[in-house]
């Protein structure tokens, strides 16, 4: 299975990055698909989410209204809209795939709930 997330690099505060995420080596419609972020020093955190029909998504707090996840099964790939980009935001980004065992499985957002992730891209936000 490989994850190759791309799109990072420099933006500025209150601009806009879009970040993919192309999947192989899965069925990539029987999966959530998540994004998680690591800061310098910091914990990796949860993003956001989406289920498999893309009708399903939970978003983190902090990038609700801001961000947006979607996905295209036709092309084994999720992607990442982030909108109003701050500071805060800097950090390397990771898509990541879990396994949808349920119809009724609440959407994953702990990186133990995902078995697989990809080498991650990073995102710099200037003020």
């Known amino acids: 299975v490989q994850l190759q997330a791309s799109g990072g690099g420099l933006g500025q505060a209150g601009g806009s990055l879009s970040l993919s995420c192309s999947a192989s080596g899965l069925v990539f419609s029987s999966n959530f698909m998540g994004w998680f972020r690591q800061a310098p020093g910091k914990e990796r955190e949860f993003v956001t989410a989406i289920g498999s029909s893309g009708v399903k998504k939970y978003n983190e707090n902090s990038v609700k209204g801001r961000f947006a996840i979607s996905r295209d099964n036709a092309k084994n790939t999720a992607y990442l809209q982030m909108n109003s980009l701050k500071p805060e935001d800097t950090a390397v980004y990771y898509c990541?795939?879990?396994?949808?065992?349920?119809?009724?499985?609440?959407?994953?957002?702990?990186?133990?709930?995902?078995?697989?992730w990809g080498q991650g891209t990073l995102v710099t936000v200037s003020s």
């Open positions: 990541e795939a879990g396994r949808i065992r349920s119809i009724i499985a609440a959407i994953p957002t702990t990186p133990t709930e995902y078995e697989y």
